[in-house]
């Protein structure tokens, strides 16, 4: 039989319940140490304490005051706060015990776990501690929470805390909170924040974290409580990880479609120009594409470029890119994660159809100085972090410019001598911790581009978002964050005419304010409740020309303003119904208010819509509701473990979208503008079902997914042939709303660990959108289904990195995809005397097909601890095999002959060496 060290103390033989414990006294002290509380005790009684000193602190004070009182209530009292029970024997002997409690009687069979035979209580079962250990769990630390209570019959506890940097106090964040003896895994959020659940009894947990120390410790629970961890830098380089994924959270999670990305796993993939840009290595996932190669703005799973919600530190971005598309505008040495929602989104947020981009700026170091930064070809990087009060606040500052216009001149092209590019961006970020329950975070974020591109024009576009955050803990089953976030976009239009009588300046803007309370309430293992409220004002002003020089005979153009209040409600739980069965259930009802003051023509309704149809002008005041949208939004997913390294993923959802662009361009461009939901346009919704499998093999070593999606969205919005977007006071009669559908099957195998690491992606979808009226002028394709501009039902994506040693890497990414579709000429004929061109019907061709190759050397720099700075050189050469891959295909008449073109952004090998430093 095994041997078992009982947590029981045998005194002459034989221990029962003292008789005499409801004995009464009478005792009165004052600011005394409890154990000097002890000896007053026993100077009035006969009554002999056993304890250890050590367990008690003479520097935490008690006083009390009682007459004829028994004496446990007297204990009960004095050790309320503390960890120790008691236990009285018949011969007025007290036994303290630090946690856990002492039973005067055993189960009949100790080793039986189904017995439960005591005569102090029938919850609880004693804790027996097996003296047989393994060699890895000797001398660990031991820490012990909470105590035994006699009346309690929870077997599970739940244990919260933070984990952060051992110097610089900042918060770990995704970090891998383990206790194998059980099979349990957690990990830290953002802020360092975890929540685990613990068998009672002993527990050995292990905290592992890319570039940390592990942490290794034996937890002994017998109730919920609070830890804090904090872990120290391991010196010795860790294996390359190409994305950070925690062990066994894509089979665990509830949520179907989440991606999450680490920026530091992105800089050995060779990208164009050098540049570290985690939204370009997203578009190497499944299901997430861009129209093509440069172009602005992201397609999700079927969705426009303006279905994706881009937030960064909960503030609105509206367009995320630099240098016509080239470039993210997001600092890479900033920014510290990526969390991408295509499947089921959360509750918490509305307003798109597609996705969710939610951006997270690091938090600066308490601790120190830092700074990184770097030096390539056409763009310079500089960040630094340092404490503003050491151990509790901190700012992180990060620019960056372009120097790019050597490039634009280094070129053949005779009409790009004169051209012109140039954008920087500039970040800073403040959070100061008050205690361990208040923290409060500030960001502000500025970029701007301007370029002129062999024409007239000078355009230029900026982004603006000022964001803050305060993040309160009420206890450790509740918590709160209130945030106020502000956005502005904006571009402008320079022209100057050679005779100087048409020059003007063009100017658009949008923006908007929001204030947003996040509730969250854990009341016990199984249930995590998130809910709020949320209320954003838009203020959006379409356009406004004006002439430039006094010889301009431009005619002054402004477009009314528009505003408009979308408010929310949202709860949900992620539900434990056991081991295997999570479901994730959340509502939203979405409001939506178009404000006045608002002048809306109203259409005939058995005519379309042109200005010849208006029957009325409705006029508005200031504020007054001119039309309301809105309803509920359900999110559900459901995740069901057939193995502990398999899952299964259900998920429905559907949205609302409020604001929508207006471009007749094949991509977003810096020049689209954002349109309100209003009178006559209705706001997009759409409703997509998922369901996927996840596989992990060889000790999650490799990882498998497969899912499929199916979308349908009503009141897409298109263009009629030529429509005029820009300057326009009866917008509505340019615009088509109709019906989209999107369907797919996406399949990712990432490798995660060892010298050879990385994924392949490959999606098959297909995006349709089908204009269908009364009218003919505003049918499309008889009304039929027809592909989207950015419809490619083949998108293949392979990223390798092999380590060859501690210091030299090789990196590849191998990218191929379908050619997006185009309308082609397919004939002429006359009318009147006049040559005309007959197209095909709209997007019944395809462009070539679209594939490349990147090769990339990685060089980190020596690994001596004290060094003034860190380098890391990355050697790169983007199109390898010179693919003159066409951007877009159009057609011109020449001479009475119809000429087809197409144009490349890069058609030849680009090489590329990048200095990366930090000190």
């Given at each position: 039989?095994?041997?078992?060290?009982?947590?029981?103390?045998?005194?002459?033989?034989?221990?029962?319940?003292?008789?005499?414990?409801?004995?009464?006294?009478?005792?009165?002290?004052?600011?005394?140490?409890?154990?000097?509380?002890?000896?007053?005790?026993?100077?009035?009684?006969?009554?002999?304490?056993?304890y250890i000193d050590s367990w008690f602190n003479d520097n935490y004070r008690i006083s009390g005051k009682y007459s004829n009182t028994t004496l446990s209530s007297i204990l009960d009292d004095i050790f309320e706060q503390t960890l120790i029970n008691y236990f009285i024997t018949k011969k007025n002997k007290i036994i303290l015990t630090q946690n856990n409690i002492i039973y005067d009687k055993l189960p009949s069979d100790p080793l039986k776990k189904d017995k439960n035979e005591f005569s102090e209580s029938k919850g609880k079962k004693p804790v027996f501690i097996s003296q047989n250990r393994t060699n890895n769990t000797t001398n660990l630390k031991t820490i012990r929470i909470g105590k035994q209570n006699k009346n309690d019959g929870l077997q599970e506890f739940i244990l919260t805390g933070k984990?952060?940097?051992?110097?610089?106090?900042?918060?770990?964040?995704?970090?891998?909170?383990?206790?194998?003896?059980?099979?349990?895994?957690?990990?830290?959020?953002?802020?360092?924040?975890?929540?685990?659940?613990?068998?009672?009894?002993?527990?050995?947990?292990?905290?592992?974290?890319?570039?940390m120390l592990?942490?290794?410790?034996?937890?002994?629970?017998?109730?919920?409580?609070?830890?804090?961890?904090?872990?120290?830098?391991?010196?010795?380089?860790?294996?390359?990880?190409?994305?950070?994924?925690?062990?066994?959270?894509?089979?665990?999670?509830?949520?179907?479609?989440?991606?999450?990305?680490?920026?530091?796993?992105?800089?050995?993939?060779?990208?164009?120009?050098?540049?570290?840009?985690?939204?370009?290595?997203?578009?190497?996932?499944?299901?997430?594409?861009?129209?093509?190669?440069?172009?602005?703005?992201?397609?999700?799973?079927?969705?426009?470029?303006?279905?994706?919600?881009?937030?960064?530190?909960?503030?609105?971005?509206?367009?995320?890119?630099?240098?016509?598309?080239?470039?993210?505008?997001?600092?890479?040495?900033?920014?510290?994660?990526?969390?991408?929602?295509?499947?089921?989104?959360?509750?918490?947020?509305?307003?798109?159809?597609?996705?969710?981009?939610?951006?997270?700026?690091?938090?600066?170091?308490?601790?120190?100085?830092?700074?990184?930064?770097?030096?390539?070809?056409?763009?310079?990087?500089l960040t630094f972090e340092t404490p503003i009060v050491k151990e509790k606040s901190s700012l992180i500052v990060g620019a960056r410019a372009t120097y790019s216009d050597w490039l634009l001149k280094a070129t053949n092209e005779k009409k790009l001598e004169n051209s012109n590019a140039s954008f920087y961006d500039a970040i800073l970020k403040y959070t100061h911790t008050f205690n361990e329950n208040n923290d409060l975070s500030a960001t502000a974020y500025y970029s701007s581009d301007d370029f002129s591109i062999a024409s007239d024009s000078v355009y230029g576009y900026s982004n603006m978002l000022l964001?803050?955050?305060?993040?309160?803990?009420?206890?450790?089953?509740?918590?709160?964050?209130?945030?106020?976030?502000?956005?502005?976009?904006?571009?402008?239009?320079?022209?100057?005419?050679?005779?100087?009588?048409?020059?003007?300046?063009?100017?658009?803007?949008?923006?908007?304010?929001?204030?947003?309370?996040?509730?969250?309430?854990?009341?016990?293992?199984?249930?995590?409740?998130?809910?709020?409220?949320?209320?954003?004002?838009?203020?959006?002003k379409p356009g406004k020309k004006t002439p430039n020089g006094g010889n301009s005979i431009v005619i002054p153009t402004t477009i009314d303003q528009e505003r408009a209040l979308e408010s929310a409600l949202f709860v949900s739980d992620d539900y434990n119904i056991n081991d295997d069965f999570t479901i994730n259930a959340g509502l939203r009802y979405s409001n939506y208010a178009f404000l006045g003051k608002a002048s809306q023509i109203a259409y005939a309704d058995d005519l379309p819509r042109n200005e010849a149809t208006g029957i009325d002008t409705l006029n508005y005041k200031k504020n007054e509701v001119v039309k309301n949208y809105g309803g509920p939004e359900i999110r559900l997913s459901a995740r069901y473990s057939l193995s502990p390294s398999l899952s299964i993923k259900a998920s429905y959802n559907n949205n609302y979208q409020f604001i929508h662009t207006l471009s007749n361009n094949t991509t977003a461009s810096p020049t689209d503008t954002w349109k309100l939901s209003d009178y006559n346009i209705k706001p997009q919704r759409a409703n997509q079902y998922a369901l996927g499998l996840y596989k992990n093999i060889e000790g999650n070593m490799y990882e498998l997914s497969l899912e499929a999606y199916y979308k349908k969205i009503k009141n897409t919005l298109d263009y009629k042939v030529g429509a005029e977007l820009l300057l326009n006071n009866s917008i509505e009669t340019e615009i088509l709303q109709g019906d989209g559908k999107a369907y797919g099957v996406e399949f990712l195998?990432?490798?995660?660990?060892?010298?050879?690491?990385?994924?392949?992606?490959?999606?098959?979808?297909?995006?349709?959108?089908?204009?269908?009226?009364?009218?003919?002028?505003?049918?499309?394709?008889?009304?039929?289904?027809?592909?989207?501009?950015?419809?490619?039902?083949?998108?293949?994506?392979?990223?390798?990195?092999?380590?060859?040693?501690?210091?030299?890497?090789?990196?590849?990414?191998?990218?191929?995809?379908?050619?997006r579709p185009i309308t082609y000429p397919i004939g002429q004929y006359q009318f009147e005397g006049e040559d005309y061109v007959f197209y095909s019907e709209r997007n019944k061709f395809r462009i070539p097909d679209y594939y490349r190759l990147d090769l990339g050397i990685n060089i980190e720099g020596n690994h001596k601890i004290k060094k003034l700075a860190h380098s890391f050189w990355n050697i790169s050469v983007y199109?390898?095999?010179?693919?003159?891959?066409?951007?877009?295909?159009?057609?011109?008449?020449?001479?009475?002959?119809?000429?087809?073109?197409?144009?490349?952004?890069?058609?030849?090998?680009?090489p590329t060496i990048t200095y990366n430093f930090k000190f």
């Open positions: 039989m095994k041997k078992l060290t009982l947590i029981v103390l045998i005194l002459n033989f034989h221990i029962a319940v003292a008789q005499n414990a409801s004995e009464k006294i009478t005792i009165d002290y004052g600011n005394k140490s409890i154990t000097d509380v002890l000896k007053v005790i026993e100077e009035k009684t006969n009554y002999r304490f056993y984990v952060v940097h051992s110097e610089s106090k900042m918060p770990i964040p995704n970090l891998v909170f383990s206790v194998p003896n059980h099979n349990i895994n957690t990990i830290t959020d953002l802020d360092g924040n975890y929540s685990i659940k613990l068998p009672i009894g002993i527990n050995y947990v292990r905290l592992k974290s890319i570039g592990d942490i290794r410790a034996k937890i002994i629970i017998y109730n919920n409580g609070v830890y804090n961890f904090s872990m120290a830098d391991n010196p010795e380089i860790l294996d390359e990880v190409v994305i950070d994924v925690n062990k066994d959270k894509n089979i665990r999670q509830s949520i179907t479609g989440i991606t999450q990305i680490q920026i530091e796993s992105t800089k050995t993939i060779p990208l164009v120009l050098g540049e570290r840009d985690v939204l370009k290595v997203a578009t190497t996932l499944p299901g997430i594409s861009t129209a093509g190669e440069a172009a602005a703005g992201y397609n999700v799973r079927g969705g426009r470029t303006d279905q994706n919600l881009m937030l960064l530190d909960d503030a609105v971005i509206y367009n995320p890119t630099h240098f016509f598309g080239i470039f993210s505008a997001l600092n890479p040495y900033t920014t510290g994660s990526l969390d991408i929602y295509k499947g089921n989104i959360p509750a918490k947020y509305g307003g798109r159809l597609s996705s969710v981009f939610d951006i997270n700026t690091k938090k600066g170091n308490t601790k120190k100085f830092k700074g990184e930064g770097s030096i390539g070809p056409v763009t310079g990087n964001s803050l955050r305060w993040n309160h803990k009420f206890d450790t089953k509740n918590k709160a964050s209130l945030i106020l976030a502000h956005s502005k976009y904006n571009f402008n239009i320079d022209y100057e005419s050679s005779n100087g009588n048409s020059n003007f300046d063009f100017a658009y803007k949008v923006q908007e304010t929001e204030l947003k309370l996040l509730m969250s309430y854990k009341p016990n293992s199984k249930h995590t409740f998130d809910y709020g409220l949320s209320g954003k004002l838009y203020n959006n195998l990432k490798k995660t660990k060892g010298n050879l690491n990385g994924w392949i992606g490959y999606t098959y979808s297909k995006s349709l959108v089908k204009l269908n009226s009364n009218f003919s002028e505003n049918r499309v394709n008889n009304g039929n289904y027809f592909d989207s501009n950015f419809d490619k039902p083949h998108d293949l994506s392979i990223v390798a990195n092999y380590k060859l040693t501690k210091r030299y890497s090789f990196s590849a990414n191998f990218v191929y995809q379908t050619g199109n390898v095999l010179g693919r003159n891959n066409p951007f877009s295909v159009y057609f011109v008449t020449e001479d009475g002959a119809i000429k087809g073109y197409k144009s490349s952004i890069f058609s030849v090998p680009v």
